[in-house]
């Protein structure tokens, strides 16, 4: 490959350093290494029929060609998505910092405490404006959250109430259209009956569970709730409210009125709408409901040591934990727009929010007055920031509009059309609107001055009053603040992240760089098509080149996280089904090996989950699989299986278990998280998949974000590409789609740019070659650590795939040491711990990406080895099992400077284990965290200050 390629700069090992490691392997090429890892049965001779590479100045001036086709108008179109100040000191310091955007999900929590109080800043925020108990750490977007929330009721429901059928959902004809397209989906294959009704004309009869309702609506209108939440309250019905944060800021909040959940999106607090995302939604809820929050909690919790700490609650992990028993199939969040909201508020703090917010609903004030003044009364007296009139000639409207580069709402009905004010909107922009509508131009109100005909719903500024919201005023601060949480968290620019499954490789800083640009930042999703003709494009031919590399023949990117895309997946095999007269077909055999999410996503779509077992060799058991094919023969809908497989191997029989379901009149899903194996190298297509979602934030470099944003596209064969998910708004999917399952028609569009980048960058030959050096390290690493620990899973000659499993269970007996103690440990060493306790209780699961150089994988195994000796410094009675260094790591910068030092163990052992530590040290900000402490004592929101002041006791 040319010497200064893109290529080059993706890979971690140099060309020449290759034979070195293939030598290690005691093989001579990749070729060989690949030919002995991958069946020969699968192994694709095809280059894959992808644009060539491009260097990084040709691909910069090809998508900002796309940009150019994109036509930026004002957006006055609202529906959840609005144009927003996005501060400086935010985007510089977050979303284009890769100390925030390459850091993983926050499971390590002694390596994540920035993240953490980030993210509980973000639910403090939402709790305050909307007045609720608790919130989580943010949804995907606000359709599926409110989806979420209809889930979670319906699933608290007392066992009397579920056994009497209570089972109906009743949804405000005033909510928006995307989500309730998402409502409708979510909810048929729940046995929820759903249905759509004016708010004045809900019946809440005994076998109704809730009811959904939008405020400020879809129209704009803004009423107070109190007596309707009060008459579903005396019915027994819960209540789930979608709001505005901004509006929140100005009127009384849904949790005053009474509501149970609320849920919307955090987009207008300074994160672009992308033409869709990614968002951060939210859900705030009561705290009887603690148990059954869909998502991630962040709580508090204290260290080791006493010290307050953060950590991720319980429920985090709910759906890996119960599986099919699990009320959510939620993996993943959209963390680090989270992140940028919260800061949002801490820049602006509750007297700036509210001064935007008066800012904005000063001018839909004056824009109703200059209507009247015309002859036009706005369609509803009371609103926020959303206008409506009834126009007698809304074509003229348009007309006007175009020309000015202006777009409005325009409602179905070809008489109303909505104006959604927003904080950039100038006093210039104002006028213009006036004009485009017909009506003479008034003078905006002073902000002393104007009246409100919210008067009597108004709050005082009674929210975000802990400090951290009213300190950070100067940008000084502020980028001081967020540098001192970015330096609690370790990130891929600290050291490689070996999580097994999680595929943390180099997100290319070329591949970033567009999505700042404001032709793709600033596109609402529910413009005309005509003025994002460069994002589409991109997307329809990122949709062909992912259908390439999967060997598919269509591709949907709209599922907005990996466990998003097993839900689409599988409900459009059971659309096929169903179009066949099949509907009955719902049995999903899923190995027991799987990732919890599969079972969780089978569920929610209404299948009934029958566990395959595996053998000793970590395989499918073929034997077991084949009876029980045959045994729901009648009902079998999917095998969902993940290859190569969550064991870490290429499995030599995998087209015997695809035929057999096959001839059992199943489909094959196949779950994408180990991609990055099989790209250039083989395919889902031709392994005999049916479905297959990818993990563009895993195999095709979208930045985890410190947790998300995830996007899940779907890949389907050609029986399958008449039922891709549609959308209410855009003329997506197939011709026999399912309901939409995201708010936006392409998901969170905007981050689809790094996916685009990243193989246009390497073209056909460097994403096969990436492949190759990911099982390369792989396999390296192996048979580097394979003489120190088990590797409990190998293929057939000896080799694993892209990672491995390290059996750690032998030293709980020898040496009283769990593998939490070993990913602890690692923390002292500067390294984030592999996968714990998944897929195999007790072993860590390794995978170092193509990205990671030869000297940091050594570094990682000399690292491993030293921890293998320590352990068997305990083995040996060198060190107590009651006090050595993995038990008490990690250890903090201020255990050990403190005058006492109470360890059999040296002070440098615990902190320099190995010499080349003394030049490059990470130090946690705490010791380890109680988890159990916190669970007892939930806190989810910012504690008071006095905790900081003092440790907390336990």
């Given amino acids: 490959m040319a010497s200064g390629a893109f290529v080059q ?65 004002r957006n006055y179109i609202g529906m959840g998505y609005h144009p927003t100040e996005v501060p400086s000191v935010i985007r510089r310091n977050v979303l284009e910092n890769p100390g925030w955007y390459t850091a993983y999900t926050p499971y390590q929590a002694e390596i994540a405490q920035g993240r953490l109080e980030a993210l509980l800043n973000f639910q403090t925020m939402v709790c305050d404006l909307t007045g609720m108990e608790m919130a989580n750490a943010s949804l995907l977007d606000e359709a599926t959250a409110a989806a979420e929330a209809m889930t979670m009721l319906f699933n608290a429901r007392s066992r009397a109430a579920a056994k009497s059928g209570v089972d109906r959902f009743i949804v405000s004809e005033s909510v928006f259209p995307q989500t309730w397209s998402v409502l409708k989906s979510r909810a048929v294959h729940l046995g929820i009956r759903i249905e759509r009704v004016a708010e004045d004309q809900m019946v809440l009869a005994e076998d109704v569970f809730g009811v959904f309702v939008q405020y400020p609506d879809d129209a704009g209108r803004v009423e107070p709730l109190d007596a309707f939440i009060a008459r579903a309250h005396q019915a027994n019905v819960r209540v789930v409210v979608a709001t505005d944060l901004l509006a929140c800021a100005l009127v009384q909040s849904p949790g005053s009125m009474g509501a149970d959940v609320v849920v919307g999106n955090s987009q207008r607090f300074g994160v672009p709408m992308g033409y869709g995302g990614p968002h951060a939604a939210f859900f705030a809820t009561r705290l009887e409901f603690k148990r059954n929050v869909p998502g991630r909690v962040i709580g508090a919790s204290v260290d080791r040591r006493g010290k307050l700490a953060y950590r991720m609650a319980l429920q985090t992990r709910e759906q890996h934990i119960r599986r099919d028993k699990a009320t959510s199939n939620i993996c993943t969040a959209q963390s680090l727009l989270a992140v940028m909201a919260s800061m949002y508020a801490v820049y602006h703090g509750p007297l700036g929010l509210r001064t935007i917010a008066e800012r904005i609903h000063a001018q839909a004030c004056a824009l109703a007055d200059a209507g009247r003044a015309a002859g036009h009364n706005p369609v509803h007296p009371n609103f926020f920031d959303t206008v409506v009139f009834a126009m007698e000639d809304v074509g003229a409207v348009m007309e006007r509009a175009g020309r000015k580069n202006i777009n409005l709402r325009y409602f179905p009905d070809g008489v109303h059309v909505g104006i959604a004010f927003h904080e950039c909107t100038l006093p210039e922009d104002f006028q213009d609107v006036c004009e485009v509508l017909g009506f003479n131009a008034v003078t905006l109100p002073d902000m002393e001055g104007f009246a409100s005909p919210l008067a009597g719903q108004l709050r005082p500024v009674d929210y975000l009053n802990h400090p951290v919201f009213n300190t950070y005023r100067s940008e000084t601060a502020m980028m001081r603040y967020l540098k001192q949480l970015e330096n609690k968290d370790l990130s ?27 032709s793709f930042a600033q596109l609402h999703p529910f413009c005309p ?78 299948m009934k989950v029958v566990v395959v077992g595996c053998d000793k060799h970590g395989n499918i058991n073929l034997d077991e699989l084949t009876e029980k094919a045959e ?63 990818l993990n563009l934030h895993k195999t095709f470099a979208i930045p985890h974000g410190g947790g998300g944003p995830g996007v899940g596209p779907i890949g389907v064969a050609a029986h399958l590409v008449p039922f891709l998910p549609g959308h209410a708004l855009d003329s997506v999917g197939g011709e026999q789609g399912i309901d939409a399952v995201s708010a936006a028609p392409f998901g969170s569009a905007l981050i689809h740019l790094i996916s685009y980048a990243y193989i246009r960058l390497l073209g056909p030959d460097g994403l096969k070659r990436s492949t190759e050096v990911a099982i390369l390290n792989a396999n390296y690493l192996r048979s580097r650590l394979e003489d120190h620990y088990d590797v409990l899973y190998k293929g057939n000659r000896g080799e694993v795939a892209h990672e491995m499993i390290l059996d750690c269970r ?111 040290k990470f130090w946690p900000a705490v010791a380890r965290v109680d988890n159990a402490h916190g669970d007892r004592n939930l806190v989810c929101t910012c504690p008071s200050i006095e905790l900081f002041m003092e440790p907390m006791g336990a």
Avoid at 673 to 679: E, I, R, S, T
């Fill in 492 to 518: 891929l620019t600290h050291a490689m992240i070996p999580l097994g499954s999680c595929t943390m490789k180099l997100n290319a800083a070329t591949q970033l760089l567009p999505i700042g640009w404001a």
């Fill in 810 to 920: 032998p030293f709980k007996a020898s040496a009283g040491i769990e593998v939490t103690d070993i990913a602890k440990r690692l923390i002292d060493y500067g390294f984030h711990a592999p996968t714990v306790s998944w897929p195999v209780a007790g072993t860590l699961m390794i995978e170092p990406t193509e990205s990671e150089p030869l000297e940091e994988l050594d570094r990682f195994c000399e690292a491993m080895i030293s921890i293998r000796e320590e352990i068997q410094a305990i083995e040996e009675g060198r060190w107590s099992r009651d006090d050595n260094p993995l038990i008490m790591s990690p250890h903090t910068a201020g255990e050990l400077t403190a005058t006492e030092w109470n360890h059999a163990y040296s002070r440098e052992e615990a902190a320099y284990p190995v010499r080349s530590m003394r030049e490059r």
């Fill in 529 to 606: 098509p005509e003025q994002a003709v460069g994002t589409r494009r991109m997307v329809r031919e990122l949709e062909q080149y992912l259908s390439e590399i999967t060997g598919f023949a269509g591709m949907s990117l709209q599922p907005n996280s990996g466990a998003q895309g097993e839900y689409s997946g599988l409900l459009v095999i059971r659309a096929y089904h169903a179009s066949r007269g099949d509907a009955h077909r719902d049995v999903c055999l899923i190995p027991s090996s799987a990732h919890g999410t599969n079972p969780a996503s089978a569920v929610m779509c209404g």
């Fill in 9 to 73: 700069r993706h890979l971690g090992p140099r060309s020449e350093e290759h034979l070195t490691m293939l030598s290690v392997l005691g093989l001579n090429s990749l070729e060989e290494l690949v030919q002995s890892t991958v069946p020969e049965a699968i192994l694709s001779d095809q280059r894959l029929n992808v644009p060539e590479a491009m260097s990084e100045t040709a691909y910069l001036e090809h998508i900002d060609q796309l940009a150019s086709q994109n036509k930026l108008f």
């Fill in 631 to 693: 045994q729901y023969a009648d009902r079998l809908g999917a095998l969902m299986i993940t290859y190569p497989s969550t064991h870490g191997v290429f499995e030599e029989h995998i087209l015997e278990v695809t035929k057999v379901v096959h001839d059992n009149g199943g489909q094959i899903y196949m779950d994408g998280a180990n991609m990055n194996a099989q790209v250039g190298l083989t395919s889902p297509g031709r392994i005999g998949a049916d479905v297959c979602h």
